[in-house]
């Protein structure tokens, strides 16, 4: 199984930078961690969750949504087994609960239904 553990968010004002850290656990994942990708997606209230970010843990390839691409960047520690998602030049448009997910081997790294795990979130505010 894999265990994802989200943290670093909170509330922010407009312009501020916060990063969120995403720690992965679990024999699966000890297992496969070679073929793991992960990801970070959003939802807003009453809007679909999106994608935002994603990184292969192997060869550290990453993707960025438009809407972030500038202002994000996504890292890992492979030591740590954990994905960081720094966010700078916040916007209120970025208002939202932020979820790490993982699946392994190939798939399309943009859609959440490629994704087998999830975190449980952690809200992200930007006030303007």
């Known amino acids: 199984q894999v265990q994802l553990v989200e943290s670093g968010g909170g509330l922010v004002q407009a312009g501020g930078s916060l990063r969120l850290s995403c720690a992965a656990s679990g024999r699966t994942f000890s297992n496969y961690v070679s ?53 700078n030049s916040l916007k209120p448009e970025d208002t939202a609960v932020y979820y790490c997910a ?14 087998e795990y999830w975190g449980q979130g952690t809200q992200v505010t930007v006030s303007s």
Do not use: C, H
């Open 102 to 115: 993982a699946y392994f081997g190939g798939g399309n790294i943009y859609y959440t239904s490629t994704y």
């Open 35 to 87: 073929r793991a990708v992960m990801g970070w997606f959003r939802q807003a209230p009453g809007k679909e969750r999106e994608f935002v970010a994603a990184i292969t843990w192997s060869g550290g390839g990453t993707a960025l949504s438009d809407s972030v691409k500038g202002r994000f960047t996504i890292s890992r520690d492979n030591a740590k087994n954990t994905v960081y998602l720094q966010m």
